[in-house]
């Protein structure tokens, strides 16, 4: 599969694409002014401890305060050993309101929701992961030969001798490095978290005390690997950053780095620009004539899969089968690119034949271990519906790029000028019993309802003057939306 990454960058915002075989895949977005803090360390003060939760709230000089959980202050090995004391696990013994702490971001703000924090800090570099507090020797699961995962738990075993405490995790891309490098690079990490506790000392609290690499250099960090043709930066001084960082931190790929003079945005390249505004729509066409169709909530994203217009060839059960085939790269596809996380519910259609359930959810599974996200398919459940949760860190790509409508509060409909003219009417009667000295009553609306008013309900209208006994005067309001009316006693 061969991969290629836009970088496109403009004084107030950076974006970031991958693209797997002249298709886009995944979209990244930084914004100056909404810069992303997953990966920051701070130095938090404790703001308010929650006993019945087993949590804290903790200021790290947010908007809102962030959130630390129990689970997020012991190790698991540690809690393990503690679990016959359950008056250790407790989170009052553990901190206590105004408590200092260096705490490291694992989750941005999600709407109303703070970041999410830890104590178990790590930090990436290109091969490993060091985790100073916790003495673990990992090696990535994608890493299959066992013959090599033994070399590289050798070597880790000499990093953390040398080192004396900590831990460490071997990425992907740390598969067949010589150990000289993998052992240069654990060094590294050990001056790097020695300079964070130097700084956490001197800091106030409340205070950024590390941050992450800028997203143009986290993509050559993280995405950079043998499977990516090349990099293409459209700023000149960008890519000029990049390819020195490159040539530190990845030497062998550094030539992959290019800099893109060309006429044409680098975006419309692939049409990414046109699949960044489909990704924002409802509906996802397939290529037979089938159809998802993707709702983002609170709680959780739903998937439904339709047939449409695709009607097979053979027989119902066929065609069925072969909508939720296809519909099952487009699923994957499209969670990575629009950053769906948490709860995700898929409604495939429903299949009578117990081995195409099986193929689809094969087929699934296969297409959702391309994802660098954590995916977990938990349960098909007794409706049919597929069950899943998709690790997430940062805010989806509609969250990003867009608000909740004003007129619709969200709620992706309005109520028709019917329905409105009939709350109008119940104003007018509530109005009127309330203010019975009143001449006349003002109605200020906006122009569909007053034409609705003036023509199919005119007669209704006449009555209601009728009843009340008093006139009722309309007054086009051309910034109203299609519900806000005032009803005014004069």
Not at 10 to 23: I, K, M, W, Y
């Amino acid at each position: 599969m061969s991969s290629e990454i836009l970088i496109n960058v403009t004084p107030r915002e950076t974006r970031s694409a991958l693209v797997e075989n002249g298709v886009l895949q995944e979209i990244y977005i930084e914004r100056r002014n909404h810069l992303g803090i997953v990966g920051n360390i701070y130095k938090g003060k404790v703001s308010r401890v929650l006993p019945g939760m087993q949590a804290a709230f903790v200021d790290i000089g947010l908007e809102r305060a962030a959130f630390l959980h129990v689970s997020d202050i012991i190790p698991q090995d540690l809690r393990e050993e503690v679990v016959c004391d359950q008056e250790a696990l407790q989170i009052t013994n553990l901190l206590s309101d105004g408590q200092e702490l260096l705490v490291q971001v694992v989750k941005d703000p999600l709407g109303t929701k703070g970041a999410r924090l830890t104590m178990q800090i790590s930090i990436p570099s290109r091969y490993l992961v060091f985790m100073p507090m916790v003495p673990c020797m990992g090696v990535s699961q994608r890493i299959d030969e066992e013959e090599e995962r033994e070399r590289l738990r050798g070597m880790i075993q000499q990093a953390v001798a040398e080192g004396g405490y900590g831990g460490f995790i071997v990425r992907t891309a740390g598969e067949w490095v010589p150990e000289c490098d993998l052992l240069h690079e654990a060094r590294l990490l050990y001056k790097i978290w020695a300079s964070i506790q130097q700084s956490g000392k001197a800091l106030k609290s409340r205070s950024l005390v590390h941050s992450d690499l800028p997203l143009e250099q986290r993509m050559i960090r993280d995405q950079l690997k043998d499977s990516v043709e090349r990099v293409r930066i459209d700023s000149k001084q960008t890519w000029e950053q990049c390819r020195e960082f490159a040539a530190r931190f990845n030497p062998e790929l550094a030539s992959r780095v290019e800099y893109y003079p060309g006429e044409c945005p680098i975006f419309d390249l692939y049409s990414v620009e046109d699949e960044i505004q489909k990704a924002l729509q409802r509906k996802v066409p397939l290529k037979s004539g089938g159809y998802l169709i993707v709702d983002q909530t609170e709680a959780m994203t739903t998937i439904d899969v339709n047939t449409g217009s695709f009607v097979g060839h053979h027989n119902l059960e066929e065609t069925i089968f072969k909508t939720n085939l296809e519909a099952t790269q487009a699923i994957a596809r499209q969670l990575r690119l629009r950053n769906l996380g948490g709860i995700i519910i898929l409604d495939l259609i429903d299949m009578e034949d117990e081995q195409h359930r099986q193929q689809v959810m094969r087929s699934l599974q296969k297409f959702l271990d391309q994802d660098h996200a954590r995916t977990h398919i938990s349960t098909v459940s007794s409706l049919g519906l597929v069950e899943m949760t998709r690790k997430r860190t940062r805010e989806s790509l509609e969250h990003v790029l867009c608000q909740t409508c004003p007129t619709c509060e969200g709620r992706g409909y309005l109520k028709t000028a019917e329905t409105v003219c009939y709350e109008i009417f119940r104003e007018i009667i509530r109005e009127s019993r309330q203010y019975e000295e009143c001449r006349e009553i003002l109605v200020l609306a906006a122009p569909e309802i007053t034409d609705l008013l003036l023509d199919e309900e005119s007669s209704s209208l006449a009555e209601l003057e009728e009843f009340i006994g008093k006139p009722v005067r309309l007054q086009v309001e051309t910034f109203y939306t299609i519900e806000q009316f005032d009803v005014v006693p004069v």
